[in-house]
């Protein structure tokens, strides 16, 4: 089938001179022959170096709780050392995930795995522990990426069960460090 995607910017938020914007968007993913609407996909971004351009200082919109317990699940799924070249497929062609030297030039020692690998690897875990991999009680999950992963590192969600959903985090095992955070996930 074929699917069209429409998206839209639904807000802005000036973070102060140095500071950055944020962005907020919505992306409606629609059935191209039925009119049907799949799914909607919201997104905030963060725009380095483009605040203090005189917009509004919020409303800021707040991530969801992370719960000060043990979590009650946990998975571990290891990255490859050549996943980024595989996630190239995407059309995803940034040479940040290749090249040494344009990392190095964006302030990462080593080329950086794919937003979309460390979501995949996350939904996964969420899948998998969750669901017993049932897509269809699969209903939705946000989330925040707080670091990059590197190609081959090993990423651990940390599951908390809540009604309707769990709260979760990842991090990378190598590096004790939390690269998705203040995540949500429900049950359709």
Same mark, same amino acid.
């Given at each position: 089938?074929?699917?069209?995607?429409?998206?839209?910017?639904?807000?802005?938020?000036d973070?102060?001179?140095?500071?950055?914007?944020?962005?907020?968007?919505?992306?409606?993913?629609?059935d191209?022959?039925?009119?049907?609407? /799949?799914a909607? +996909?919201?997104?905030t971004s963060?725009?380095r170096?483009?605040?203090?351009?005189?917009?509004? !200082?919020? =409303? &800021?919109?707040?991530?969801?709780?992370?719960?000060?317990?043990?979590?009650?699940?946990t998975l571990?799924?290891?990255?490859?050392?050549?996943?980024?070249?595989?996630y190239?497929?995407?059309?995803?062609?940034?040479?940040?995930h290749?090249?040494p030297?344009?990392?190095?030039?964006?302030?990462?020692?080593r080329p950086?795995?794919?937003?979309?690998?460390?979501?995949?690897?996350v939904?996964?875990?969420? /899948?998998?522990? +969750?669901c017993?991999?049932?897509t269809?009680?699969?209903?939705?999950?946000?989330?925040?990426? !707080?670091? =990059? &992963?590197?190609?081959?590192e090993t990423?651990?969600?940390?599951?908390?069960?809540?009604?309707g959903?769990?709260?979760?985090r990842?991090?990378v095992v190598?590096?004790?460090?939390?690269?998705?955070?203040?995540?949500?996930?429900r049950?359709a």
């Open positions: 089938g074929e699917i069209i995607g429409r998206s839209r910017v639904t807000g802005l938020v973070r102060g001179e140095g500071k950055g914007a944020l962005m907020y968007s919505e992306r409606e993913v629609i191209a022959k039925t009119g049907e609407k /799949l909607t +996909l919201t997104s963060f725009l170096g483009d605040g203090g351009f005189g917009g509004p !200082s919020g =409303p &800021v919109r707040q991530p969801h709780p992370e719960p000060e317990r043990a979590p009650d699940l571990d799924l290891a990255t490859r050392p050549e996943q980024a070249l595989i190239r497929l995407n059309s995803d062609l940034n040479p940040l290749i090249d030297q344009v990392a190095k030039a964006a302030g990462f020692p950086i795995l794919h937003g979309l690998c460390t979501f995949g690897t939904c996964h875990a969420l /899948l998998r522990s +969750l017993d991999y049932d269809a009680r699969f209903g939705r999950m946000d989330l925040r990426f !707080s670091s =990059p &992963v590197f190609p081959g990423i651990r969600t940390e599951i908390w069960r809540e009604e959903g769990a709260a979760f990842a991090r190598e590096r004790d460090k939390v690269v998705v955070s203040n995540g949500l996930f049950f």
